[in-house]
């Protein structure tokens, strides 16, 4: 409940600076457009180490399943100087990765692993573009760099294997901002690293036999201003 009201309030304060940007229209400068929405497709770069483990005389290892997923999110843009933008946003990651357990010869058993995730990245962006500057600098190539700490919702994880529900990941990014006269579309590019070991402890089998866990995550993100 606390990671809910944290998003109430962060979109409050970013209406409330949108609202306040918009009474200081005196000096050329049109109505803020730095509060962001975004979507993009990402795919999971999962690592994990593994043993062969024996269920009767039948043995098998578990096999990690990357697959592709879907994020969506709100940011803001807050100005440092000429070329830097520090960009706090909240995101939802849907990725439906999975480990297949085999226990018995045909039979195979997938097991959800992270399928949505609350992530608060926080970046700082390379950047000579304004979204609210009129008329507006041409578009260069932005890069930037995030730090993005990662609350697992777990009802929505299965039991097995046992997973630790905190991560965090820096992310490294390349982007390029479009414009036209009513909105700004930013592109971006990005690697997320996971620093954690997030395999948990338990005598099940679908855990034990799991050494490490990491989360690493690759994709595309569309920002619309």
């Not at 390349?174 to 009513?182: E, L, R, T, V």
């Not at 990005?190 to 070991?197: C, E, L, P, Q, V």
Request: charged content about 20%; proline content about 6%.
């Amino acid at each position: 409940m606390r990671v809910f009201v944290y998003i109430f309030s962060f979109f409050f304060c970013c209406w409330s600076l949108s609202a306040a940007a918009k009474d200081k229209d005196s000096t050329g400068v049109r109505p803020t457009k730095d509060l962001g929405l975004y979507i993009g497709g990402v795919y999971s770069l999962i690592q994990m180490d593994a043993q062969t483990y024996s269920i009767g005389d039948f043995t098998a290892k578990p096999e990690l399943n990357n697959k592709p997923g879907i994020l969506a999110g709100f940011c803001y843009n807050f100005y440092a100087g000429k070329k830097s933008i520090i960009r706090p946003a909240i995101e939802a990651m849907f990725l439906p990765a999975t480990i297949t357990y085999q226990t018995e010869i045909n039979y195979k058993r997938d097991q959800r692993i992270f399928p949505l995730t609350v992530e608060l990245p926080l970046s700082w962006i390379y950047s000579s573009y304004r979204t609210k500057a009129f008329p507006r600098a041409k578009g260069r190539p932005e890069f930037g760099l995030s730090l993005r700490p990662v609350i697992t919702v777990k009802p929505l994880n299965d039991l097995q294997p046992v997973l630790r529900p905190y991560n965090l990941n820096t992310d490294v990014f390349i982007g390029y901002p479009f414009a036209n006269d009513k909105s700004v579309t930013r592109v971006e590019l990005f690697y997320s690293h996971g620093w954690f070991d997030l395999i948990g402890e338990s005598n099940d089998y679908r855990t034990a036999y799991i050494g490490r866990l990491t989360r690493n995550t690759a994709g595309l993100r569309l920002i619309f201003h």
